[in-house]
Each structure stands twice: as structure tokens, then as C-alpha cells.
């Protein structure tokens, strides 16, 4: 009887002891694997068992079953890469917007599309109504393997290739061509990386364009992103940017200013692509923070730097000093110190910044962004400079907030005639492309006649700036910009550059610093003068 | 033999001494928000400012409710009664040693020019800076009530900026005049222990009060 009691109070005190171990022991992944969150293992499928020779091929089975995906994906900005602005109607999306990275991808399609949701877009007569050409690996590849070749119009590599980059080392290197089958076997839901393949090398390398995008995020820390780290949320693009019907949310054209909608329910529209979507409108814990929110961007202090993950960020391109050659007549490049490209033969001077403090400006949901059909007179500033996507917005604008950008500074070619940004054929293996002939003379003509732009003749080169938001690399909460950052006298404060509104801590008014300061001095001085005036009367009473 | 009279109370000491600590803590804080030095940094000076404000707004519904219970209030009743007097005090008899005019006593414990002095704190400063500085405080609260059209934080901060030099100016002239006590720490002294010392001695040169 009495081993039975010490026994059942051996077993108590195990169950209670035992679960209070498993807990502190650090889950392990693959002894306990975790649930599939897919109800379909593709891996399985017959229509997948097969050898894919092509892109299409892949799609075409994956359209047997999912019937209307491809429909949805050609309504997509990835497929039409057209898109009106929804602030000012303009049409706009990278077939016309002007940039001050590559320019245009009009003529130069084989090598710019290797970006495109699709393949085979190889010149302008491309057929967007073909559902075969949609690429549904590039999004929903999970083994990291699939990969679009960056000259063949948005295909993978079907065979093994050598081929030689333009501006790496010289000589010729081999290219693997990914296995379509295993590929299609082995699709899910987009990774960071999937979208990364281009969103992260957007303007034709790693960080380029973005500043806030680059391959650091695949596996940021902590302090890089908060939201992506693996210790942090671990969250992937598509998280925030979240997809109805494959269509993406979020826009540069017409980024969300303020969001007046607040938390995003399961009864709402979706679309997470705002920090109040998942943060609500009060997100701080003291009132004073909050109040911050009707002015300041989330991203202006929770951002304070972008590329910061290792890899620069071009901050300017000067297409104006391309052309030159070596002593042995060879197209020059040359790389800096960190080795990266500072010259390139074919594109010109580079600057690259790594940490870089954002420039601050009102974002009111307008950005004025010019086509490259725009006519330019009137959008010169004072010193000739042509901003190609102005952001709208004041203190007095109560849809504006104060929003981080990278500002790119760019010269690049235009046609002084008919003052229209031009055209410029780059890629191709032909005799008018600049990076094969580096004559300007020639690519700008063949550029213009093959878009069926009007082209005088006569080219130069204008000096532009294009906003980038910052809005990715958002930092942990403890390492937010300091309050006395902006709130201070000293003429570097990051938002000097904002002087519509009453900054307290930094803005006074010179009277009332003067008027208080006499009032202070007086009532000191006056202490001093009665004190002594009274030592002094006291000493000669004291001498009587 | 000197006379001691017990003239600040218990409570009143605590209330001087903590309200003195608080608002220094607002001085030094407070002209750090306005951007006059860095110190703590900004958000910590904010913080500590806002509490302190708090702290001092509960130390007077504590004070005031103290003030009509003990009759106190009666203290800050303005007199234009030798007035005169006290002036030429300062300006003059101070220098000559002569006496001074007014008598401390338990129901009369601030000389005329006190009394004028705490009332125009009270009437003017006082109002100037709190009121200011609520507004300031609830600036986020300002378009719920519709004062965001008609208020402008400019004019808000620069009325709070200004009170806060006038209370600067006040706490100068308020620390010198503790000295002006029959010794340099008399005064002090009194709004430490309670109790104030009455010179005994007849200074010479002055006539017999």
C-alpha cells in the first residue's frame, strides 16, 4: 500500500516535472517535423513526373489544374508591366516611366525582361495574351534552383552555357541549367528570395536600384530587418505585400501616403502593404510617440539608414562619361577599392553609399512622374535639374507625411531638340547597340526609331533625381531614430530640409531667446550687484 | 536671547522643497526640449519633463486643498500697505543696515513686496505655463476638438518658452533674496527646520525697532 502511495506520487510528480523540461528544451525541427501547411505534395502529381524541356512546357502543366492562374497573373503589373497611376492617370509602369538607371527597356527587351513574369518577351510585337508564357516558377520555385537566364527574354537556361558577363572578370563561365522537373515538383508559396531574384537586383546588379532591397534580406539579422529576420518575425515579402487574385499590393506610383483604414481585418480589402495594416494607429505606448503619426511616416524613424546589410547601393550614375577605352583600345572599367565597378565603358560613372541617411520629404499619395514621352519645359528646377518623380506634399496637406527616400542623382541622355528624354538602345548584338559600338549617336537613333518616338537628331545630357521610397530594412524598435536627431538646433538635424512646420527643439524665435536671455542675466546680475553692494557696505561698516 | 517663531509648517517645507525640486527639474529638462543643450536627449527630457509636470499639478490639489483648510490662502492677500517701505528696504536700507521693515509673523509670514510678488506668479506666470503647457502636452488631442484650425504649436510653445524664462528669471532673484536674512542662510535655514530666528541685537546705527 504504502509503495503504491510513493509510487502514484513518483508518477505526479514526473507529469509534472516532465512537460516543464520539454518546454525549456529548444523546439527541434527535424525530430519533431512540423506540419505541411500545403494540402498538395507536387512531388506526387503525374502531370509533374515528366522531363520539361521549356518554361511553357512547366506552366502549361501547372495551368491544367490551376485553371484561372494564369488569367489572373496577365491582369498583374509582373505581366503587363503597364500601370495607370491611380492619383494622376498617367500611364506609366516600366514601359514608360523614365528612370535614371538603365532608361528604357524598349530595345533592349532580351536582356531587361529577363525580369518579366514571363518568357519569351524578346521585341515590342510580344504577345501578352498567351496564358503558356506566364512564368509560374520564378514566384513559386521553393528550391532556390530556378533561376531566369539575364539575356534570354525572361527564359531559364535550357542547356549548360559559357558565357561572359560585360563587366566582370574576363573570360567565359559556366552556367547550369536548372532542372525544370525537380522544379515543378517543388513549388509553393514565394520565399523572400523569389521575389528577391529580381526585386533585389532591380537596375541590373545586387542593391542597385532599391537601396532598402537587396540580397541581405534573403537572411537578414535582426537588426537589418526585424520583420524578415529569422529571429525576428520571419516574414516574407508576401506578408505584407499581400497578393488577391496574384495581383500585388502596394505601388511606387502611388504609394500609400497615410493609411485612414487602419488594422486589417479578415472583412477587409487584404492588403497589408502599410504599417497601420498590422500596427493600427496607435502603435506606441506613450501618447507623445503617437502623435508623431499624423506627420511622420512610420518608415522616417523606424528606418534610420538603408543598406545597411553590407551591399552599396548605387547613389549615382552619370551615363554622360561612357565610351571610354584603355590604352589598348578595350572598353575601360575600372573598380574602386571596395570593388565595386566606379567606371564602366558602358555605362559611365558610379557612386555607391553603404548606411545611407535617408532625405526627407512630404508624400501627399502623388508622385508626378514623368514617361519618357513627356515633353520637359517648365520641369527644370532652377539649377537645370529634372526631378523624374516628384512627390507631392506640404505641412499644410493634411494627407501628407514626412517619408524617407533614397534620392538616385542621375545625367543621363536626352534629345535636345524636341527636350523629350530619349530612347536608348544599350543590349543587343548589333551594330547601333552602345554597349557592342558605344556611340551614343547610334543608340539613341536606333532606340528612338525602333519605340516610334520623334527624335531631332540632337542629343545631350541632363542632370535627374529619382525618388526611391525607403520603406524595407525597417530596424527593431530599440535602435529607431533618436528623438534629438531631428528635434535639435544643429544645422545636419535630418529633417533640415523640412522648414513648413514648428519643430520643437529645434526652431525658436530669435526676440523671445533674446528677450529671456536679458531676463535671466538681469535677475543674475541683479543678485550680484545688490550682493555686492552689500558685502562692499558691510565691510565699511565693519571698518568703522 | 534670540526669538524663535515656528512659522513654516511640516507640510509647507514639504511642499517648498519638492516643488523646488520639481521645478528645477522642468527648468533643466525643459530648455533642453527647447533645443537651448543637449543633455539627456531629447525623448528622456520630454519624459522627465511630462512627469514632472504631473507631479507637480498632484502636489498642488494637495497644496491648495491645504491652503483653504488651514486658512494659508490668506497669506498671498495682496497689500500695497508699506510697500513703499519695503522698496526703500532693498534699494537703500539694506546697504545701511538698517532693519528691516517688516516683522515675521505666524499670520503674516511674506513681507508686502512677497506678497505682490507670489500673487503676480500666481495670477500671471503661473496660469501663462500651465495653460500653454496642457495645450502643449495634448497637442495630439487638438483636432478632436477642433483646435487644430485656430491653434498653431508655434505660438503655443513659444507662450510656454516665454513663462519659462519669466519662472527662470523669478527663481534667480527668489534664490538671492534668501540671503537678505539677518545672516546669509537665515532664510534657508527657517524653510528647512521651521523655525525663524529673530535678530535680538540692535545693529548699530539703526534705531531700536
Partial sequence: MKFIKHALAAIAALAIITPALASTTPLNPKAAPQLERSTADHSKFKELQQTFTSGPEVTKACLACHNTAGHQVMKSIHWTWEANSPTTGKKLGKKWAANNFCGSIISNETRCTSCHAGYGWKDKDYDFTDQNNVDCLACHDTTGTYKKFGTDAGHPLY???????????????????????????HVGQPGRGNCGACHFNGGGGDAVKHGDLDSSLKNPSRELDVHMAKDGANMVCSDCHT??????????????SKDKHGLDLPKDDHNHATCESCHGFTPHKEAKINNHTNKVACQTCH??????????????WDWSTAGKMDANGKPLFIKDDHGHLKYSAAKGDFAYGENVRPEYKWYNGVVHQIAITDKLDGLLDAKGVLELNRVEGSAKDPNARIWPFKVMHGKQPYDTGNNTLVVNHVYGDDDTSLWRNYDYSKSIKAGME??????SGQFGFIETRMNWFITHMVAPKEKAVPCQECHTRAADGRLAAITDIYLPGRDTKGWLDLLGGLMIAGAIGGGVLHGGIRIATRRKEKAK | MSNRIYIYKRYERFWHWSQAL???????????????????????????????????????AFTIFWQFTTGEWRQYLPSLKNVGAMIKYYTIGIFTNSPHPFRKTVVQKHNPLQRLAYLALLAFISPLIWGSGLFYLFYGDWPRFGLDKSLSLETIATLHVLGAYMITAFFFIHVYLTTTGHTVFAHIKAMITGWEEEEHETPKGSKAH
Fill in chain 1, 303 to 316: 528606418i534610420p539608414e538603408f543598406a545597411r546589410g553590407g551591399i552599396a547601393t548605387k547613389t549615382l
Fill in chain 1, 159 to 185: 542547356a549548360d552555357r559559357e558565357f561572359e558577363p560585360m563587366e566582370g572578370p574576363p573570360g567565359k563561365k559556366q552556367f547550369k541549367a536548372p532542372d525544370l522537373s525537380k522544379i515543378a515538383q
Fill in chain 1, 243 to 256: 497578393f488577391n487574385a496574384h495581383q500585388p499590393s502596394g505601388s511606387r506610383y502611388a504609394a500609400t
Fill in chain 1, 450 to 455: 525602333y519605340a516610334g518616338l520623334p527624335y
Fill in chain 2, 22 to 60: 520639481l521645478i528645477i527639474t522642468m527648468m533643466i529638462t525643459g530648455f533642453e526640449v527647447h533645443g537651448s543643450y543637449l543633455l539627456l536627449g531629447f525623448k528622456k527630457a520630454v519624459q522627465l519633463h511630462t512627469l514632472a509636470a504631473w507631479t507637480l499639478l498632484t502636489l498642488w
